[in-house]
């Protein structure tokens, strides 16, 4: 796929998954006392109100291009969360912190059976079989797309969401230090997508497999026409 096909098709994936992952922490947050998010309007579907001008629309084309259209990633504004709210101070981080990457491993499976059903749909009614390849192809880039999610959010590097669960995993004192190295985090972090592409390819790759697992399981119902994204 060239770069401008590749935007084209990633930009809506990207969007919805991104969205999804925020609003999902959103609810968890509610369900474990804290209606800040709720209070805010942040529990919406409307893209105006998750989209980051740097993670949302810069950072996801500056990637596509560097790599030319083989590797994307991007995030949405972070919902608001006080956890001095919730009503058990460490499960409730918990829940909340890992609501967004199960919620991104939903999204992953669920495509799975669009994709066979989409195919069906192709291959029954020949006229609809190029609509059907451009659907099933931005369904297979949701697959590889929110498994990249999850791998990329579970990075225990502060404020990625698994940083939360790394805290809440360490004994009290070890965790106090953990929570003042993690004041350097976006920098850290910042100098990983900069020039850690070694550490994120190998941190990435188990993703990559569950993905390519997930796909395999439908690889007959796929019709032709667009490729892989992540190969």
Known sequence: MDTLQTILLVAPVLLFSVIAHEVAHGYAALSQGDPTAQSLGRLSWNPVRHIDPFMTLLM?????????????????????????????YRSG????????????????????PLIWAVGAIGRAMPAAEPSAAIVQGMLVIAVQLNWVLIAFNLIPIPPLDGSHVVQQLLPRRLAHYYVRVGRFGLLILIAILL???????WWMRPAMRAAGTMLSWVRDARLPGLPLLFS
């Open 93 to 112: 981080d918990l829940i909340v912190s890992l609501a967004g990457v199960f919620t991104n491993f939903v999204i992953a499976f669920a495509c799975i």
């Open 195 to 201: 020039y850690g592409g070694g550490f994120l390819a």
């Open 60 to 88: 996801p084309v500056m990637m596509l291009v560097a790599s030319g259209g083989s590797f994307v990633l991007g995030g949405a504004k972070p919902v608001p969360v006080d956890p001095s709210r919730f009503r058990n």
